[in-house]
């Protein structure tokens, strides 16, 4: 009882002034004494809000349990229809408002930045200037992932090789090869890609995304046990652009199925289908 009464904000003296009292006594002069001081009322309506955040009755000793909930559930109703509990109900809803609206924010800002790299896509897939939608790509990649809050390291550069991105995704380390070229990638330069993931430690992992697609007889050759390449084309970043699959989803729905069926490449289109 008297830790009740100090949680709730009622000054030590007074909480434990009439502990030998039964309890009804203790808590009847203990409201009343509250009265005569100058935040009595406001310690008064903390009090009655904790009783009415009470799911179950904290006394073993009490004979007639469903009697005192409902004595419980009465002292609420009373509460809200007189306006003492209503306090922290409202705080509480507040910040329940602020943080949907911050959500449907974020949301909003979401869809907008998709919609504007969505249309940059878009006008990039008739550039015939290739070398400068390649580095539009680099930068696609890095403000998608971005948005999803997803690290992404930008291109760079070992004293031997040239990395065009990096993510570290739920414990592992991924290396990205970016290529949006003409013509579709072939066996060795997907291999040259492969030597960079093998040369890493062990939890590093490959990410080729090739926007004109990879031929299925060329992802065949990376499907073999110990294969550490993920494929991802231009249809599964429409995917994620139009809004249809969100990135993480897509990251895990690609590494499951390398994982689980040995699928170096399943299109994003495939997702929810099971």
């Keep these: 009882m008297e830790a009740f009464l100090r949680a709730a904000g009622v000054p030590p003296a007074i909480a434990q002034r009439y502990r030998n009292e039964y309890k009804f006594v203790w808590a009847r002069k203990t409201l009343s004494d509250l009265s005569d001081s100058e935040s009595g009322y406001e310690i008064q309506c903390r009090i009655l809000t904790e009783l009415c955040k009470l799911r179950n009755v904290p006394d073993d000793e009490v004979p007639d349990r469903n009697a005192a909930l409902s004595a419980l559930r009465n002292l609420k109703a009373m509460a809200v229809q007189h306006d003492l509990y209503v306090e922290e109900e409202k705080k509480a809803g507040t910040g329940r408002q602020a943080l949907a609206k911050e959500r449907e924010r974020v949301v909003a800002e979401r869809v907008a930045k998709l919609d504007d790299l969505k249309h940059r896509f878009s006008e ?28 992404y390291r930008k291109p760079y550069k070992t004293e031997t090789e040239q990395i065009d991105g990096h993510i570290p995704f739920e414990g592992f380390d991924y290396l990205v090869e970016a290529r949006w070229r003409k013509n579709q990638p ?11 993931v093998d040369s890493k430690l062990e939890s590093t992992r490959g990410i080729f995304i090739a926007v004109q697609g990879i031929r299925p007889e060329v992802v065949a050759q990376f499907q073999s046990r110990g294969c550490n390449i993920i494929f991802w084309d231009g249809t599964d970043l429409i995917e994620i652009l139009e809004g249809r699959v969100e990135l993480r989803d ?12 040995g699928k170096a490449f399943v299109s994003l289109r495939e997702f929810g289908r099971g």
Aim: proline share 2%; aromatic share 14%.
């Design 186 to 196: 072939n066996v060795q330069e997907i291999g040259g890609f492969k030597t960079k």
């Design 250 to 261: 897509a990251m895990r729905f690609k590494i499951e199925k390398a994982a689980q069926e």
């Design 124 to 151: 990039a897939l008739v550039n015939p200037d290739r070398q400068r939608v390649g580095y539009f790509l680099e930068e696609l990649l890095y403000e998608l992932f971005s948005l999803f809050g997803i690290d």
